[in-house]
């Protein structure tokens, strides 16, 4: 048997060791274990650790073949048998995973049968589920009769069943599941909250090709006969779809529009930011319509929960995009976030207030993001990077806070996706605003210096060759250029060479020296890096 995997948790906190039962699972061994389904005198404890691991290979990706997977079925079949309901549930789960043929189906069909008509309901549940899984179209004609009951059935885990079970059908017998309308209507006032919430989402999809169906529908739902908090979010959802479609301009009445502001007064904190964020996505959404929904998302940025300011960040980070003047007025509460234990709201909060920041807040705001950089990791930090470039062309004239703050960070430790997007934010700077090109070059120089990238250091490089020769003084340039001849590698040298070569043929001044430096690269061992062919390419010019 192979030995379980011994997994520290962390060795500068504590030795407490953690053991995989797993590790070295072999499908040949675990075929041989499942032996024991035959056993005379089956051990229910036993049984379910072999499906337990028969589970784990098939979620592993592990394929059994033709003959493998038949055997371990016709195994399985036999441990129904057992009265243990701990197994039964595992057999159920094998089954359905293992997805046997139309002909080992037959086999299965009729112990499935007698638990869906069980005392149990537990057994009614999960044999529903499962015979909805394997069987075609004409044994789901047989039980039809069956699970329409099952829909309208007291026990709200055999109704949800049903339920999902529809949900599932839709897909390949949608006709025989639309004939189930009127018990999934009658479903839908349960008092169950999953056994509404799976009846809505079942009845809206056998209506959703029909637009004035479904608009029924909500019209007849919103009126206040949905209680299940999960239920009213999805009835959210489906209003926020009939709204988009009625086309209602700017300005206009839009239908359902009481519902949703009404969510917002619900008791429920789901419901209150499914209709917060169902209002804040409508097209052409005014000031007016804006302004409750982002005053319940104000009062969630001081929330106990993390979940809840979350949530309410992200929904005011996307609508300061379009509309940052109406979340102007939660800053004071998001300035609070910066230094929150989260690590992933401190950073909406610090994007949304570069969106919605004026520019007397640029400095205080680059204050306080100075030590909060080093606090997260790099995918959030390239978050941030695309938060100022998008501040620094609103307003240009902070370019010089703002690309200094962006140079710092280029210096610090970050990996390659991170210091790609500050590359390009300044370079993107230094081609829309005029004033930023000799600084923002200049930053670029001091990063190749000790750049670890390639792939930075040629972009850079091209770049470099470009913008430089137009700037007020090209020879500052030179020495950083040729730093790279000497120090990198091959292809950063044959950039470089590259660069210089543009230099010389468009500076005139700088022609003589450019010349004196591409005559000591024909010593280099590499032909890459030999001028030779950037001379060629600039032989229309005079040397």
């Known amino acids: 048997m192979a030995q379980p995997l011994v997994v520290k948790k962390d060795d500068d906190l504590d030795e407490e060791e953690y053991y995989s ?22 051990d229910a404890r036993r049984c379910c650790q072999v499906i337990t691991k028969l589970l784990y290979l098939l979620n592993q990706g592990d394929t059994f073949t033709k003959v493998e997977a038949t055997e371990v079925f016709f195994a399985t079949t036999k441990l129904f048998q057992s009265k243990d309901v701990g197994l039964r549930r595992m057999v159920y789960l094998m089954i359905k995973e ?20 069980s005392k149990t309901d537990m057994y009614r549940a999960n044999a529903i589920r499962v015979l909805c899984r394997i069987i075609d179209s004409t044994l789901l004609t047989q039980i039809e009769r069956y699970l329409k009951q099952a829909i309208v059935d007291k ?17 390949t017998s949608p006709e025989v599941v639309k004939r189930w309308s009127n018990e999934v209507q009658e479903a839908v006032q349960s008092r169950a909250a999953l056994v509404q919430f799976h009846a809505l989402a079942l009845l809206h999809q056998i209506r959703q090709n029909d637009r004035l169906a479904v608009s029924k529908l909500v019209t007849s739902l919103t009126r206040g006969s ?27 009445d839009r239908p359902f529009f009481d519902f949703l502001e009404s969510c917002l007064r619900n008791k429920a904190e789901m419901v209150i930011l499914e209709a917060a964020r169902a209002i804040t996505e409508l097209n ?12 319940v998302l104000q009062l969630f940025l001081s929330s106990s929960k993390p979940v809840l300011r979350f949530a309410a ?41 570069l969106k919605t920041g004026n520019e007397s807040s640029v400095d205080r705001l680059m204050k306080q993001m100075t030590n909060f950089m080093s606090d997260i990791a790099d995918e959030f930090k390239i978050v941030v990077v695309e938060a100022i470039r998008s501040l620094c062309l609103k ?46 070059l200049f930053h670029l120089c001091e990063f190749i210096e000790d750049c670890e990238f390639t792939y930075l250091s040629t972009q850079i490089l091209h770049f470099l060759g470009n913008e430089g020769p137009k700037t007020s003084d090209p020879s500052k340039y030179i020495r950083y250029i040729y730093n790279r001849v000497i120090l990198e590698n091959a292809t950063v040298r044959a950039s470089a ?35 030779l062919p950037q001379i060629v390419r600039w032989g229309s010019y005079s040397w």
């Open 21 to 42: 039962p797993f590790l070295g699972i072999e499908k040949g061994a675990v075929l041989q274990e499942a032996r024991v389904f035959h056993d005379p005198q089956l």
């Open 98 to 117: 293992l997805s046997p043929s139309a002909d080992e189906v037959i086999i299965v069909t009729s112990s499935l049968m007698k638990d869906m008509n």
């Open 155 to 171: 026990n709200p885990v055999v109704a949800s069943a049903a339920l999902v079970s529809g949900i599932y059908l839709l897909q």
């Open 226 to 252: 949905v209680r299940s908090p999960l239920a009213q979010c999805l009835l959210i959802r489906y209003t926020s779809q009939v709204i988009r479609e009625s086309g209602v301009n700017q300005g206009g």
């Open 284 to 295: 052409g959404v005014t000031s007016r319509e804006l302004t409750p929904a982002i005053t």
């Open 313 to 353: 960040v992200r929904t005011l980070n996307k609508v300061a995009s379009t509309h940052p003047l109406a979340v102007t007025n939660c800053n004071i509460d998001m300035e609070s976030l910066i230094s929150d234990q989260n690590r992933s709201i401190a950073t909406l909060a610090i994007t949304t207030l």
């Open 395 to 440: 307003f240009p004239l902070k370019y010089r806070s703002l690309m200094n703050f962006l140079s710092n960070i280029l210096r610090e430790e970050g990996g390659f996706e991170y210091k790609k997007a500050i590359v390009d934010s300044i370079i993107i700077l230094i081609r829309d605003i005029p004033d930023a090109k000799e600084s923002g």
């Open 497 to 531: 060479v590259s660069t210089l070569a543009k230099f010389g043929a468009l500076v005139d001044s700088l022609k003589p020296r450019i010349f004196v430096l591409l005559r000591r690269c024909l010593f280099d061992g590499d032909d890459e890096s030999n001028p």
